[in-house]
Every structure is written in structure tokens, then in C-alpha cells.
């Protein structure tokens, strides 16, 4: 069974340009979550969907972000424009029958 | 979520059980404990949870006090492999929606 796969890997962009990282979830997961860590700092929450819903976005950082997730299969997370300080590590996951979530291994985003 | 509390680092020899405890004075009596482990950037990965009976699986046993306050994470016989950052997180519901508050963890080093 595939897990979560996330790309790109590894993203380079100059501050103001526009990233979409893309989450593919493992099939029949409908809870999909989206975390971020940047540097020094810990994992953090940035949203939850239930499907095609948003079912908490407590954590995204401004309105600079966009998640979505059509359909209720794989999700898009875009940062427009990007900052300096959207530098990090994001890490996308779904959660299992149990309750523990599979997280992928992320999407290194590095803003110039 | 109750906060929890661990101490930032250990040291653990090769074939070892490694024991990480965790503090959590203030969990609820509907709060469940996980644990997760990052291996250097990699995605964090599930451990093992509990409520209040001790588990065990392949990974790792979960020995968690009468009281609930506190629990330890035992890798029977901790390989190099092991070597990670390790979060102990306390939860409401492993069913629901809530979204994973890491700490900082515990950075285990396992050494020959």
C-alpha cells in the first residue's frame, strides 16, 4: 500500500513568487491534515479536511495560504506570495483507522 | 490538550531497551497519550497510543502510571535506527478531528 507521497521534495523560489505543494493522501483516508515546521522552531498545525471540507484551519498563518482539496482525494497547499519566513519543512498526513496519522515526507520549501 | 513535559535529550547503547518518559499532571480522564518519532527530516512517524491500560506492538511497549500523569515509551532493544526525536502528545479523541501538538521531544541517540 502507498503512503502519503508529497511534491515536489524540495522547492527553491524567490520571495513574492508562488509555490502549490501537493499532498496525495493514502486511498480511502478522508482525513487529510497539513503541518509545517520551519527552522528552529516545532511542528504546527496548519489545517484539517474531512474530505473535500475544511474542518479546522485554525493554524494557517495568513491569508496568503490556500488549501484545497477537490474532490476529496489529493490537496493542494498554495503560498501566494511567498515570504522569507514561509521557509520550512511541510509535511502533509491522513489518519488511519485508529486514529494515528501517516504523515509523508514532506515538502522542503526554501524562500530567496 | 494537556501539555506534556520530557526531557530534551537521551542517551541509549545499541541492543539497550531505551525508556522515555513523559510527563502529563494535567491529562483529562477522555485524553488518550501517543507517541511519534521524526528520524532526522523525515515525516513523523506513529508509535503507539494508550489510554490508561499499558500497550505494546511491534514498535514499542506504552507503560502509562495508575494516575495517568505520567508514561514511559520503552524500544525493547533500541538499533541505530532508532536515533530520532521522539513526541509524546496527549489527545481528546483518537477518533476526532484534533489536530497532533508537538513539543520539542526527546532527541534519542542510540551509540554502539
Known amino acids: 500500500e502507498a503512503g502519503v507521497t508529497q511534491f515536489p521534495s524540495h522547492s527553491v523560489i524567490e520571495k513574492g513568487q508562488t509555490v502549490t505543494l501537493r499532498c496525495d493522501p493514502i486511498?480511502?483516508?478522508?482525513?487529510l491534515y497539513w503541518y509545517r515546521r520551519v527552522m528552529g522552531k516545532e511542528i504546527k498545525f496548519l489545517l484539517h479536511f474531512v474530505k473535500e471540507s475544511k474542518q479546522d484551519e485554525s493554524g494557517m498563518p495568513n491569508n496568503r495560504f490556500l488549501a484545497e482539496r477537490t474532490g476529496g482525494t489529493y490537496s493542494t497547499l498554495k503560498v501566494q506570495p511567498a515570504e522569507l519566513e514561509d521557509s520550512g519543512v511541510y509535511f502533509c498526513a491522513s489518519r488511519g483507522l485508529i486514529g494515528e496519522l501517516f504523515f509523508g515526507e514532506g515538502s522542503r520549501l526554501t524562500v530567496l | 490538550d494537556a501539555k506534556t513535559t520530557q526531557p530534551p535529550s537521551m542517551d541509549c547503547a545499541e541492543g539497550r531497551a531505551a525508556n522515555l518518559p513523559c510527563n502529563h499532571s494535567?491529562?483529562?480522564?477522555?485524553?488518550?497519550v501517543y507517541w511519534y518519532r521524526q528520524i532526522h527530516s523525515q515525516g513523523p512517524q506513529y508509535i503507539i497510543h494508550?489510554?490508561?491500560n499499558n500497550e505494546t506492538n511491534e514498535m514499542a511497549s506504552l507503560i502509562i502510571t495508575e494516575d495517568r500523569k505520567s508514561s514511559t515509551l520503552i524500544l525493547p532493544h533500541a538499533t541505530l535506527r532508532d536515533t530520532a526525536v521522539y513526541y509524546c502528545i496527549v489527545r481528546v479523541d483518537p477518533g476526532g478531528g484534533n489536530k497532533l501538538t508537538f513539543g520539542t521531544g526527546t532527541q534519542l541517540k542510540v551509540e554502539l
Open positions: 494508550g489510554l490508561k
Open positions: 494535567t491529562i483529562s480522564g477522555n485524553e488518550y
Open positions: 486511498s480511502g483516508h478522508d482525513n
